[in-house]
C-alpha cells in the first residue's frame, strides 16, 4: 500500500517493488494498462537525478511520476505522456512512483509518503 503521510490519503492499495534490473528495465513498458489502485515503485541505491530518470518508450498511456528523495519527501511530480524518451526529476531522487494519472491531484512537493510491500517499509 502506498500511503501520503502528510495527507493521511491511500494513493494506492496495490503497491508493487521494481527491485531487480529487470523488474526496473520494463516497468510499465507492453502494459495495456493502470488501474486507480495500482502503482510500481522503484527502489534506487542513492539519489541521482539521472539514475532516476525515466523514458516512456513503449508505454502506451499516460502515468503520473512522483519523485522521493532519501526521506521519503515528494521533489519532483509530472504527467508522463506515451512514447517520450525522458523524464527527469527536478531534484536528486532515491525513489520515484509510476502510477494512475489521478496521483497527482493526491500529491504535493514536500509531502511525505509511505508504503508497505509485503509487510515490510524501508
Not at 502528510?6 to 503497491?15: C, H, T
Not at 539521472?50 to 511530480?77: E, K, N, Q, Y
Amino acid at each position: 500500500m502506498l500511503t501520503n503521510v502528510s495527507s493521511g490519503q491511500v494513493l494506492a492499495r496495490r503497491l508493487r517493488a521494481c527491485d531487480t534490473f529487470l523488474k526496473r528495465g520494463l516497468g510499465l513498458m507492453f502494459r495495456r494498462r493502470l488501474r486507480p489502485d495500482e502503482a510500481l515503485l522503484f527502489l534506487e541505491d542513492r539519489e541521482s537525478v539521472l539514475g532516476a530518470s525515466i523514458h516512456m518508450l513503449f508505454v502506451c498511456f499516460p502515468i503520473a511520476v512522483i519523485w522521493l528523495d532519501a526521506s521519503r519527501r515528494v521533489v519532483s511530480t509530472c504527467l508522463a505522456r506515451p512514447f517520450r524518451p525522458w523524464y527527469a526529476p527536478a531534484k536528486p531522487a532515491r525513489y520515484f512512483v509510476e502510477g494512475h494519472p489521478e496521483l497527482l491531484d493526491k500529491v504535493s512537493v514536500g509531502d511525505e509518503i509511505a508504503w508497505n510491500i509485503g509487510g515490510a517499509q524501508p
